[in-house]
């Protein structure tokens, strides 16, 4: 199979949590209990059990009162995945797709992953012990279906298709984002790819703000 692209465009994201639910039902895993600490994002960060997660971002905004940054987050499932190098021989599957996929054995300390990860992103079953992530749905993309999260999207904020196609489509998007009908909410100078279209990763943003205003971690 080809290689392919998850694109998020937070741009078109509601903050429904649509991702969120539909990648804990296809992977069947449980809600997360949390108390309230000041923000909608919840829980408030990845976790054994969940891999995808809605981060709300609230800024003041002068014209407008508040300023919303929704951005779905999960792992990049970078092509040269330097996670597994804290991880156990066979201990993961890095498939035609792009997808990069931790299995039963993939036990380490997590300490250890994270920090081999640009981006934080690997977590821990406290169950299992196992190092979980986003699979990218491979069960689901090598039978020719659609990413859960991307299926349950209702505002086409998280796209799927062939890495090629993706990327075209986002130069095309980003275009029409730092244009004159978005002068009044999106700076046209924040607009940006990431991680850069130099970055060999199979999930990426459309971001229209700066990195960390959307939440997202990463040192690249």
Same mark, same amino acid.
């Given at each position: 199979m080809a290689k392919m692209m998850m694109l998020i465009d937070p741009s078109r994201c509601t903050g429904c949590r649509g991702c969120q639910v539909a990648c804990k039902q296809w992977n069947e895993k449980p809600a997360v209990n949390t108390t309230f600490s000041g923000t909608y994002q919840n829980p408030p960060d990845l976790d054994g059990d969940t891999y995808t997660l809605?981060?709300?971002?609230?800024?003041?905004?002068?014209?407008?009162?508040?300023?919303?940054?929704?951005?779905?987050?999960?792992?990049?499932?970078?092509?040269?995945?330097?996670?597994?190098?804290?991880?156990?021989?066979g201990s993961y599957h890095l498939d035609d797709t792009g997808a990069v996929v931790f299995n039963e054995k993939a036990k380490a300390t997590l300490a250890?992953?994270?920090?081999?990860?640009?981006?934080?992103?690997?977590?821990?079953?406290?169950?299992?012990?196992?190092?979980?992530?986003?699979?990218?749905?491979? $069960?689901?993309?090598?039978? +020719? &279906?659609?990413?859960?999260?991307?299926? #349950?999207?209702? %505002?086409?904020?998280?796209?799927?298709?062939?890495?090629?196609?993706?990327? $075209?489509?986002?130069?095309? +998007? &980003?275009?029409?984002?730092?244009?004159? #009908?978005?002068? %009044?909410r999106i700076k046209a100078d924040k607009v940006a790819l990431y991680p850069g279209e130099d970055f060999p990763s199979h999930v990426k943003w459309i971001l229209i703000d700066d990195r960390e205003k959307h939440g997202l971690k990463g040192d690249v």
């Amino acid at each position: 199979m080809a290689k392919m692209m998850m694109l998020i465009d937070p741009s078109r994201c509601t903050g429904c949590r649509g991702c969120q639910v539909a990648c804990k039902q296809w992977n069947e895993k449980p809600a997360v209990n949390t108390t309230f600490s000041g923000t909608y994002q919840n829980p408030p960060d990845l976790d054994g059990d969940t891999y995808t997660l809605v981060r709300f971002q609230e800024y003041p905004q002068e014209n407008f009162g508040v300023y919303w940054l929704m951005t779905s987050d999960r792992c990049r499932h970078c092509s040269e995945p330097t996670c597994i190098e804290a991880l156990p021989t066979g201990s993961y599957h890095l498939d035609d797709t792009g997808a990069v996929v931790f299995n039963e054995k993939a036990k380490a300390t997590l300490a250890d992953v994270t920090d081999s990860c640009p981006f934080a992103i690997p977590t821990q079953d406290k169950k299992t012990g196992q190092i979980v992530k986003c699979t990218l749905c491979v $069960d689901r993309i090598t039978d +020719r &279906m659609l990413p859960a999260c991307a299926q #349950a999207c209702p %505002t086409g904020a998280i796209l799927w298709g062939g890495y090629d196609e993706m990327l $075209d489509y986002a130069k095309k +998007r &980003m275009a029409w984002l730092k244009g004159p #009908a978005n002068e %009044t909410r999106i700076k046209a100078d924040k607009v940006a790819l990431y991680p850069g279209e130099d970055f060999p990763s199979h999930v990426k943003w459309i971001l229209i703000d700066d990195r960390e205003k959307h939440g997202l971690k990463g040192d690249v």
